[in-house]
Every structure is written in C-alpha cells, then in structure tokens.
C-alpha cells in the first residue's frame, strides 16, 4: 500500500508538471499563430490510450509515462519529422517565424515551470503559512548517528555557527554543509565552544547519506503514546511520565536510554521515572528489538517553533523568495555533480527515487511541496543548453539572434540525435543507479 501510494503521488505531480510545462509551449505557439499538431500526456510510440482532435490539434494520453510533448509544425523535434521539413515553409510553422518569436515558443514551456512553482508556493504559505525551528530554541543539544560522529560531533552538542556563520533554521543545518561546503563547526561541548573541521574524505559520505537525519534535536524522554502490548505499560508506565534513569545509571534523554536499554535485550530491567514530583521505579521487560514500546514525546513538545502566516497579498513575495530559493539551491547541488570529491554523480536517481521523497501517506501539504520543487527542477534542467532540451534550442535560436545566421535543417537534425542519444544515456545512468541501490 506505501508503494501504491508514493507511484500514485508521484504519476499525479509529474502529469501535473508535464501538462503545464507542455502548455506553456502550447499557449506561446498559439498566441504567434503557429499551428500544433499534438498535445500529448506522456508518451505514444505505436500507439495511444486516448486521444480527441480539436481544430487542427490532437490531444491525448500515451502509454509511456516518461513525460509528454507538443508537435508544433515546422520544428525539428523528438518526432523527427524529417518529410515535413523537406516541404516549403508555411506561414503557420515554426521554422517560418521570427527568430524572437520562436525563442519565446521554446521558453514558454520553462517559464509556466516558473511560475506555477510560484503559484503553488503562494497558496501554500497563505493557507499552511510556514514554520521552523531556530537553532537557537535547540536547547539539550543535538544527537547524531555514526556519521555525524564520523564528522566530529557528540550527542549533547550545540550547534552554534557554520564557518563561523549564524544559522537561523535548525533543520537547514544537513543541506547548508553540503550546498555551501563547509567547512567547520562551532559546537558548545560540555560548556565549552570549540571547532569541528569536517573531514574532507567524510564530504562524500554527506551526500550520500540516505538519512538527512544525521543530526537530530536532542530530547528528553517522555512517554507520549504505548505501542500494542507495551511491556512498559504492562510495568504501570503511564503517558506524562518522564524517564530519567535505567538499572541506575542516569537517563535523562531519549538518546542516552536508547543506547543503554539496547544492551539488555530480553531482559528485565528496572526503570526510573519521574510523576509529577513522585519517583517511580518499574519492573521493565526489554524486548528482544531493545525495545519497552514507549513513544517518546515529539520536539514539538520541547521548542518554540517560529510561525509565519501570510494573507492571500503577503505571500505573493513571500511564494516568489521561497521559488527563489529552492532554484538556488537545486543549482548548488547540480553544481556538486561535477566535484570529483564529492562523487554526488554517485547519488543520482531516476524515478524511484524521485517517487521515495513523496511521503508513505497521503499528505496534501507535502504532495504540493514537492511538486512544486520538482516543477522547479524541471525548469532548469530543461533549460540546459543541451540539444533536444529546451535550452538546446535557445542556445541555437540566440546564436541565430546575434549572428543573424540560422542553422541548417540538417546540423538541427544531427544535434537534436546528439541531444537525444545524451538523454537517453543519463536516462539509463539515472535509473540503472536506483536498481543498484535496491541491491545494496
């Protein structure tokens, strides 16, 4: 059921993307009088799943869900309609249309990306608004896994700059040491302020890390909720009580007991809780997981998150910041593939991973969130100037514009092959990439 439910989110928001993307093309090819043959959702080789014609276009659903098209007369495109362009040009097609007119054909498709990630972002802060966590509230420190202890930090830590560099957002901490490759941490450790220097062999590591999680928000440990058959609950655990020791030793985070309630597997142990003002000491048996079946208390619970809430004319600006961002930091991290140190082509995933980001159960808030960063991604990576992509074409149609030169039929054909067999092979590299990682 999670499964259907990320490749239901994930087919929804890319034909969300496609159709916008497609008729942004459509819309600038309209309005310059140039005739479109096709309109279609995903992919038709052979044959289709639906289609209708409407005036001089044919619209429809293919097969093959790796995207979408429009066929606009007269264009060298994925079609390769090479009879076509043998024929003298007509009025209605593209080849016979001004140089500045077709650059605005081939940049619809991109700019409707734009903006409807700014669409998307607009409604989302004027009706969730926006929240996060200052670093400033994380008060018991911070805990970290192996690799956060491979980096140099300690469950406890404070985190208090990056290369001496105030960090507002909390939960900002894991992409801004990779997007802004930094290089040291200034921690509070024991009382004491002192600096981590991220080891450069570990940068890799960062990257690949499947949990952004590495650092977490430290909490106390108190019981919120029991599982089914909770031994803790069967010991008179009661939620509200606040564990503070085990067999003890002192507890008085979630970190600390997790640790030490693990090397007493199928065992009996005693733990110490506070009650109110009471202490009460309980017979606890210990899973063979290392479990007791307690949730602890969400840090929801523990800081004071900052909120932000916008009416329908604040968030305007603030949707337009947001998508600004966001496109930042996706060009930081494409930057990153070409770091030989870095090996971030090593993480590069086609679509199962992109389906893994959408969350296990369906959540409206989320959903929207990622489409309208993947609407983003798709801007710019369509706007690469690599032949058979958007960009290609821009760069060809700018060459034309400055030089007052346009290229033959033939070197378009030949690039849009080249542009063609590169995406294919990213394509495969992409998604050769997720079924590695399915085996490891």
Known sequence: MIILTKVVQLLLSLSILVIFHEFGHFLAARIFKTRVEKFYLFFDPWFSLFKFKKGDTEYGIGWLPLGGYVKISGMIDESMDKEAMKLPAQPYEFRAKPSWQRLIIMLGGVTVNVLLAIGIYVVMLSFWGEQYLPNSQVKYGITVDTLGQQIGLRNGDKILTLDHKPIEDFFRIPATLILENVQTIQVERNGQPMDVVIPRALVSEIVKHKAPEFIS???????????????????????????????????????????????????????????????????????????????????????????????????????????????????????????????????????????????????????????????????????????????????FLLYEIITGRKPSDKFMEYAQITGMVLLFALLIFANGNDIVKLFK
């Open 217 to 395: 928000v430290r909490i106390p440990f108190e019981a919120a909720d029991f599982a089914p058959g909770s031994t803790a609950k069967k010991a008179g655990m009661k939620v509200g009580d606040k564990i503070v020791g085990i067999n003890g030793l002192t507890t008085l985070y979630f970190d600390e007991f997790k640790s030490v309630v693990l090397k007493h597997k199928n065992e009996q142990v005693n733990v110490k809780v506070l009650r109110g003002t009471d202490t009460v000491a309980l017979a606890v048996t210990v899973s063979d997981r290392g479990l007791i079946g307690v949730a602890p208390k969400t840090p929801a619970g523990y800081f004071t998150f900052k909120e932000y809430h916008y009416n329908i004319l604040q968030a305007i600006p603030a949707g337009t910041v947001k998508a600004y961002q966001k496109t930042a930091d996706y060009l930081k991290s494409l930057k990153l593939l070409f770091n030989p140190e870095v090996k971030a082509y090593e993480s590069v995933g086609g679509f199962i991973t992109i389906g893994s980001i959408f969350p296990s159960v369906w959540d409206w808030e989320s959903f929207w969130s990622l489409t309208a960063f993947l609407s983003l991604m798709l801007g710019v990576l369509n706007i690469l100037p690599i032949p058979a992509l958007d960009g290609g074409h821009v760069m």
